[in-house]
């Protein structure tokens, strides 16, 4: 059951418990976030973090999810480790008793936490950020309980989309570096097998561990081959480093870089003027209303963070999303919850974007008993029967230090080129 928290003695129970109480408006509602705030992959979970607060923010502001409740957040560091990651959501679950768990960012940390924590204690779990193709997986062999939700395509479909990238800039022989983990190995399968089917070809394969202080091996090793250029799947801290290395042992300045690469923090440690010819892909937005709300916004309310840094899109939905289906479950139970989560964002309801006043419209209507249809700051979404979206994919360049977008391929697309290259 959901943690209620009461500045009252008023017994926590049902929303509708709360009809009519001179309490009502007392009551907090605490979601769990477990992100990465400091690591590897600190500043996705950073970004994260103040997104879902926004969120938060902006529903509280709107009159809270039911009889005004207000959402907090009991935010946690898993340091982007997923034995931290375990301890943290465990806490949260058994000791806060929280419904409802966003996080992590990086796969590496939600993949333990829901087959750990959050399957078994049927609570939800909804991750802005990890891609790997293992969480369809588990929940396509019912291993979530239906208890797991992302804002952001499976990298199943995104190494199509990065091999077809690469090919179409001539691009055609390449090594490849991957972080050696979940994330990183799923990746790396996923393009080398796109990337041979459309004539590329991988002159190595080098996986590496994470937080070394060096990584002139793995760039020598990466060397062999002749290859054109770089494919590095990574995070921007050790991204950096090993970008760093490879142009110092005179690796060719083209690089193909994967969606967490997408950061101001890698491009200003490893310098601009090495990055001109580096090319990238990530999960891409259909741009609506909720899109223009948060990039106008955010930055202020983040105190500084751009809208651009990796998962602070994606992270506003899932807190958005979270927050309107509790206010549609009108329940403390997770299941209800659960229930709730696609029904926000289901076909057929009213439109309804980012920000006080659509959600004071939202609210209204999910009083009513209306159907609402969250379209939010990466595009309208739905989720399928194993917690995943379809989206269309972004495709970018790094010109004079800042990351360009240069192009689109819509989920349909990837998904043509899937159909193709299983034919061959």
């Known amino acids: ?56 923010r902006d529903i509280n502001d709107a009159g809270g999810v039911q009889d005004g409740c207000k959402l907090v957040t009991d935010t ?21 008793k929280v419904p409802v768990i ?15 924590v959050t399957a078994p204690a049927g609570v939800v ?69 796109a990337y041979e089917k459309l004539g590329g070809t991988i002159t190595s394969t ?10 002139a091996a793995e760039a020598s090793a990466a060397m062999s081959g002749e290859p054109q250029g770089l494919y590095l799947v990574s995070y921007p801290v050790d991204g950096a480093t090993i970008a ?28 601009a003027k090495f990055l001109e010819n580096a090319y ?12 223009e709300y948060f990039y106008e916004n955010y930055k202020e ?23 309107l289906a509790i206010a549609k479950a009108g329940s403390s139970e997770s299941a209800a919850i659960r229930a709730a989560i696609p029904e926000v964002v289901a076909a057929g309801g009213e439109p309804i974007f980012a920000g006080k006043e659509e959600f004071a419209r939202a609210l209204a209507l999910i009083k009513d008993g209306k159907a609402i249809k969250y379209e939010g700051v990466i595009g309208p979404v739905g989720f399928d029967q194993y917690g995943d979206i379809t989206g269309p994919f972004r495709l970018w360049k790094i010109q004079k230090g800042e990351v360009t977008t240069v192009g689109e391929m819509s989920a349909a697309d990837v998904m043509a080129v899937k159909e193709e290259l299983a034919s061959k």
């Open 102 to 116: 966003i996080g992590g960012i990086i796969s590496s940390v939600s993949i333990p936490v829901l087959t750990s």
């Open 280 to 291: 990238g892909t990530s999960s891409g937005t259909t741009p609506t209303r909720s899109t």
């Open 244 to 271: 760093r290395a490879w142009i110092s042992q005179g690796g060719p300045q083209t690089f193909l870089l994967n969606d967490g690469m997408n950061s101001t923090d890698f491009i200003e440690s490893v310098g």
């Open 76 to 96: 946690r560091d898993s340091q982007s480790q997923g034995n931290v990651a375990v301890d943290q959501a465990t806490q949260l679950v058994n000791i806060k």
């Open 125 to 193: 779990q909804v991750s802005p950020a990890s891609s790997s193709p293992t969480l369809t997986a588990l929940s396509r062999d019912g291993k979530t309980g239906g208890n797991f939700f992302r804002t952001i395509t499976s990298d199943a479909l995104q190494g199509t989309a990065a091999a077809k990238y690469a090919i179409d800039q001539g691009l055609t022989k390449l090594a490849l570096i991957h972080v050696n983990n979940d994330f990183g190995v799923n990746m790396a399968k996923e393009f080398s097998a």
């Open 1 to 56: 059951m959901q943690k209620m928290k009461w500045t009252s003695a008023l017994a926590a129970g049902a929303f509708a418990a709360l009809a009519g109480s001179a309490s009502a408006s007392a009551c907090e509602i605490t979601v769990g976030l477990v992100l990465e705030l400091t690591g590897p992959a600190g500043q996705y979970g950073q970004a994260g973090a103040k997104s879902v607060e926004m969120a938060f």
């Open 301 to 323: 309310f983040s105190g500084g963070i751009e809208p651009s840094a990796p998962a602070a899109d994606r992270s506003y939905d899932a807190g958005a999303i979270v927050g």
């Open 206 to 215: 080098t996986p590496y561990n994470e937080k070394q202080s060096s990584y």
